[in-house]
C-alpha cells in the first residue's frame, strides 16, 4: 500500500482521531486564538504570541512567539519589521502550504519540495485619503506553487484544491469577518 | 499650537506630502507586497519578506525577515512557529497599532502608551470537516485597546475610529479579497 511508505511529517491518523473524538464533545472544538501588541515608537510595534484556548481549557505555545512590525523607509518609517499586510501574506501562504501537506499525506502522496510565492497587489491611494473609491486592502493576492511530488500533475492541483477548501486563513481573507474595536 | 510639541515617532509631514506627490502620479500609487514560502516538514514552513514593488521601482526592506509557521502539538505538530491564523492576528493589530499612532500625530494627541489585546475565535469543526455549516476562518475576532494620552476619551475613540477607517488590513478582513492560487 503506497500509503504505508509516504511520511511528509504530517500524523493524519492523529488528526482523524481527534475529528472522532471532536464529533461527540464540540464544545471542545471552540478555540480562541490571541495577541498582545505593544506600540513602541511611530509606526513600530510588537506583537506577542503564546496562550490560546482549545479543547475545553487553556493552552500554551511552547515558546512566546513576538513579531516586530513596522512600515518601510519610503513611508517615512524605520522599517524595523515586515509591514502588517505582510503578515496577512505570511499568514494565508503558510496556512495553505500546511494544508498541502497534510492533504498529500492523507492522500497518500510523497511530497519531495513544496515552494510557494504569494504576492498581494495594493492601491495606496485607499491608505492615504486620496481617493474614497479605492480600498485600503489588497486588490487581489496570487498564490503561485512550485511542487515536486510522487503525483500527477492533476492530483497535485487537487491537493492544491482541497487545502484551499480547508484553510482557515483562506476563508478569513476571502469572506468578511465581523472585528470589534474597543477602548478601555 | 499643541501639535508642534507633540512627538510619536511618526512623521506626519512626510505622510502628507507623498499624499499630495501621488495624487498627481497614480501609477507610483500601485503597491506589490511579496512574500516566499518554503515547505519543511509536516506543518512546519518558513516564509520570508523582502522585497515589494511601489512608487514605480523595485524596493527592498532594511533587512529580510523570516517566519516559521507551524501548528500546537494539540494537533500532533511540533510547534515551531505561530500559526497562521496567529500571524493574521499580529497583522491586523500592528495595523490599527500604526495606525493610532499615525492619527494621533496628525491631530496632535500625543501618546504615552498603547497597548492591544486581539482575539479570534474559531469553531475547528470548520477545518477539521466535521460540519460543513462552520466556516473555517474565524466566527469573529475582538480587539481591546488600553490607550494612555493627552486627550479625552471621545478623543482617543476617535483616533481609534480613524485607523480603521484607513486601516488595510482591517478592510482585508472584513471585506472579501479575491484569491488565486495555481500550481506551475
Known amino acids: 500500500m503506497a500509503q504505508a511508505i509516504v511520511n511528509n511529517g504530517v500524523n493524519v491518523d492523529a488528526l482523524l ?4 473524538a471532536l464529533k461527540s464533545a464540540p464544545e ?12 513602541k515608537n511611530g509606526t513600530f510595534t510588537q506583537t506577542k504570541v503564546q496562550g490560546f484556548h482549545g479543547l475545553g481549557a487553556e493552552q500554551k505555545h511552547k515558546a512566546e512567539f513576538s513579531f516586530d512590525a513596522d512600515h518601510p523607509e519610503i513611508f517615512a518609517s524605520e522599517d524595523l519589521g515586515a509591514t502588517p ?14 494544508g498541502v501537506a497534510a492533504v498529500a499525506q492523507n492522500r497518500g502522496v510523497q511530497l519531495r519540495s513544496v515552494e510557494a510565492k504569494i504576492e498581494g ?13 479605492v ?12 511542487i515536486d511530488a510522487d503525483a500527477t500533475p492533476q492530483e497535485i492541483e487537487a491537493i492544491v484544491a482541497q487545502s484551499q477548501k480547508r484553510s482557515a486563513v483562506y476563508d478569513v ?6 472585528v470589534t474595536v474597543e477602548v478601555v
Chains 1, 2 share one sequence.
Open 17 to 20: 482521531a481527534a475529528r472522532e
Open 28 to 39: 471542545a472544538a471552540k478555540f480562541t486564538w490571541r495577541a498582545s501588541c505593544t506600540w
Open 85 to 98: 499586510v505582510e503578515y496577512v501574506l505570511v499568514g494565508l501562504v503558510s496556512c495553505l502550504t500546511a
Open 121 to 133: 497587489s495594493m492601491d495606496i491611494q485607499g491608505i492615504l485619503g486620496i481617493d474614497s473609491e
Open 135 to 146: 480600498r485600503n486592502g489588497f486588490d487581489g493576492i496570487k498564490v503561485t506553487y512550485q
Open 173 to 178: 481573507i476571502t469572506n468578511p469577518v465581523n
